[in-house]
T-cell receptor, first 113, second 113 residues
Framework: DQQVKQNSPSLSVQEGRISILNCDYT??????FLWYKKYPAEGPTFLIS?????DKNEDGRFTVFLNKSAKHLSLHIVPSQPGDSAVYFC????????????FGDGTTLTVKP | NAGVTQTPKFRVLKTGQSMTLLCAQD?????MYWYRQDPGMGLRLIHY???????AKGEVPDGYNVSRLKKQNFLLGLESAAPSQTSVYFC????????????FGSGTRLTVV
């Protein structure tokens, strides 16, 4: 049973528009959620996180929204830039779990100039 | 500041051979992790460590062993490689669980023939 799901394998948006990447989870014990970005032939890099006590966290062009009742989070990128083209992974962790994170399968974002 | 360094970057093994993947971090992080990523899938946790001298099993530990004799190093061993272990292996470290995100290495691409 996959506990973290990213149902859209790919997303294509125009430069300057908003990119919205979605993630669903099933484990109600998760209390920390993170987004990572990955370019080909590189390791993932940490982008932004949110604690379960919040419903929004913003960092520059990136905003993560958390809806605990729906067990859903989303990453908004505004405005999108060609350099944002990458694979985005959603990850979730339970504080009591030694910091282990469970990852989704990723969404490939393509930002067209 | 190198961050997380993985050695080697590429390796081809024959079925039944053994090898050790080395992960070194220079950030004085307590937590270290080994993940594998298969095509079209997210990262799955193999083993992790919450401090020097400690190791624990993750989601997919079978066929792998680990050691953390020094805080800065986390070794992943394959005793008898199988084609199913063909994957990209990522090492990661973190200061305090997931809260500040993981720092990943650039990965080791392993092919078992």
């Amino acid at each position: 049973d996959q506990q973290v799901k990213q149902n859209s394998p790919s997303l294509s948006v125009q430069e300057g528009r908003i990119s919205i990447l979605n993630c669903d989870y099933t484990n109600s014990m998760f209390d920390y959620f993170l987004w990572y970005k990955k370019y080909p032939a590189e390791g993932p890099t940490f982008l932004i996180s949110i604690s379960s006590i919040k419903d929004k966290n913003e960092d520059g062009r990136f905003t993560v929204f958390l809806n605990k009742s729906a067990k859903h989070l989303s990453l908004h990128i505004v405005p999108s830039q060609p350099g944002d083209s990458a694979v985005y992974f959603c990850a979730a962790s339970a504080n009591t779990n030694a910091g282990k994170s469970t990852f989704g399968d990723g969404t490939t974002l393509t930002v067209k100039p | 500041n190198a961050g997380v360094t993985q050695t080697p970057k590429f390796r081809v093994l024959k079925t039944g051979q053994s090898m050790t993947l080395l992960c070194a971090q220079d950030m004085n992080h307590e937590y270290m992790y080994w993940y594998r990523q298969d095509p079209g899938m997210g990262l799955r946790l193999i083993h992790y460590s919450v401090g020097e001298g400690t190791t624990a099993k993750g989601e997919v530990p079978d066929g792998y062993n680990v050691s953390r004799l020094k805080k800065q190093n986390f070794l992943l061993g394959l005793e008898s490689a199988a084609p199913s272990q063909t994957s990209v292996y990522f090492c990661a470290s973190s200061r305090d669980g997931p809260r500040y995100g993981y720092t990943f290495g650039s990965g080791t691409r392993l092919t078992v023939v």
